[in-house]
């Protein structure tokens, strides 16, 4: 049976989460979670994602991301299966990390009560997985989660606050209501009842294929059937920033290394400019192996999974000179 299609488009907003496999955990210590949301940050910087809010639970995680372009699944890939490697060499473990595919919910942004619905859902999760004591306990002392980055200033580059904020009628600087508007919400977790409304709405909101209404229901219907046309006809669709990025590196790479592209395919796929650039390119877009393997001549996708594993840490001199010589490009 064909996997469902992912729908992605330039300005899409996702609502995704993601359990370790056979609903093991993720992360292990603090060191982990450290490197899982240092691996977050990177993605952001390679795919120019919108980051709206975030949680790292014991056994999976939520995002609330928007794409500015269309690159959804490329981000993703690079996402899950860079802190997947990373995961497996620090604790020297093999095999699958996540539990089968990611859910990417769509979510209707430009309508204020999804995105707070989406974004309440995630904030509350430590309290309704009793991580955190209410009644004993802050939600923002929860520290793996954007929350904190909501009632406290500054909140980092990388995290957008402000579509959040403004679903309920607040701007940046009204953090404290945001704070009494979440503590309200914790508490209403402790009353029985109320615990019961809200997670009978938040089943509907796991369960769904979508968070909207019917306008943005038909709209998304109709991009699927134009993205499976496309696919089926082989058309390309909007170039994707990672691709964008990916192609001003390869001519600022080269250029740095003096080296031209019609020298690539008469040169050595194993020469040290080469393993640098694709150790380089590999680390600074979301681009496919095969494309960087393509664009070096260098053979085999595998060959630059093996560049990257030379690269990274290499005491070479000749690979640290030139790697010092791309760090120097502005990017």
Known sequence: MARPLRIEFSGATYHLMARGNQGQKIC???ADRQMWLATLVEAWKRTGWRLHAWVLMGNHYHLLLETPEPNLVSGMKWLQGTYTQRFNA???QRGHLFQGRYRAIPVEADSGIYLQTVST???LNPARAKLIRVGEQKLWEYPWSSYGSYVRLPAPVWLTTERVLGSLGLGPQ???AYLAYMESR???????ARRKELEAD???LRRGWYLGGEGFRDDLLERAEGQSSAAKGGGSGDKLHDQSRAEYLLQAGLAALELSAGQLPKLPKGMSEKLVLAWWWYSQTTVPRRWVAEQLSMGYPTRVSQAVSAVEGS???????FKEK???VEI
């Open 326 to 328: 791309l760090r120097e």
């Open 315 to 321: 005491r070479d001199p000749k690979l640290r000179h």
């Open 90 to 92: 620090r604790h020297r």
């Open 28 to 30: 292990l210590d603090d």
């Open 174 to 176: 009204n953090r404290s």
């Open 202 to 204: 938040w089943r509907a």
């Open 121 to 123: 859902y995630i904030h």
């Open 186 to 192: 914790v508490l209403e977790l402790g009353i029985r």
